[in-house]
């Protein structure tokens, strides 16, 4: 079974604040992904990656950076944090387009 | 991509099967049908796919319509444990910019 691991799981910052947050798949999976998921919004994509080095802007990324490090990490950071950004997020990895999609358990970021 | 609309919610009671219905009226002859389930703390978990016809595995199966434009996933014998949001998903196969994820269907099971 594939595995995606995220950290921090919770995490509560100040507006304004600086947050990383951070993935790793051991999957060798060539394509990584961030979405957050709100109440009555479902999951929406923030940016996604197809090899390290590489980002992609997905449909919700204002207030968002992502970086690739290696095929391995994948971590989305918020440099000027708002409420609007409490949200949980997933991360999630796939071998290739639209094979199966392994997410991890989540991070769930509060901003006050 | 095409549109997807499901029930947002379905009750059953532990061992019945459970039908969950997709529609996707605007399905493209090159989209095929994934379906996911979530359930609470955890991160979406990819259940099956289909182009056509029926499709089945270990954990559910799915029937698509001669016409492609609505589809259903059948569980059979649910038990607490499938107690989840199941999202239909219709995409092409080599989209790159990821999975859409609607509101899905709150499967509520009870004992």
């Known amino acids: 079974e594939a595995a995606v691991t995220q950290s921090p799981r919770n995490k509560v910052t100040v507006t304004g604040g600086n947050v990383t947050l951070s993935c790793r798949q051991t999957?060798?999976?060539?394509?990584m992904y961030w979405y957050r998921q709100d109440t009555g919004h479902g999951l929406r994509l923030i940016h996604y990656s197809y090899g390290a080095g590489n980002l992609q802007i997905g449909d919700v990324p204002d207030g968002y950076k992502a970086t690739r490090t290696t095929q391995e990490d994948f971590f989305l950071l918020l440099e000027l944090a708002s409420p609007s950004q409490t949200s949980l997020y997933f991360c999630?990895?796939?071998?290739?387009?639209?094979?199966?999609?392994?997410f991890g358990k989540g991070t769930r970021l509060t901003v006050v | 991509l095409a549109k997807t609309t499901q029930p947002p919610s379905m009750e059953a009671y532990e061992g019945q099967e459970v039908n969950v219905s997709c529609s996707h009226t605007n399905i493209a002859t090159s989209e095929y049908i994934y379906w996911y389930r979530q359930v609470p703390h955890q991160g979406p978990q990819f259940i099956i796919q289909g182009y056509k016809d029926y499709v089945v595995n270990e954990v559910a199966s799915l029937f698509i319509s001669a016409d492609r434009k609505l589809s259903t996933l059948s569980l059979p014998w649910v038990s607490l444990r499938d107690a989840a949001v199941y999202y239909c998903?219709?995409?092409?196969?080599?989209?790159?910019?990821?999975?859409?994820f609607g509101l899905g269907t709150r499967v509520s099971v009870f004992p």
């Open positions: 998903i219709v995409t092409l196969r080599d989209y790159a910019q990821g999975l859409t």
């Open positions: 999957n060798s999976h060539n394509y």
């Open positions: 999630a990895s796939s071998v290739g387009t639209n094979t199966e999609v392994f």
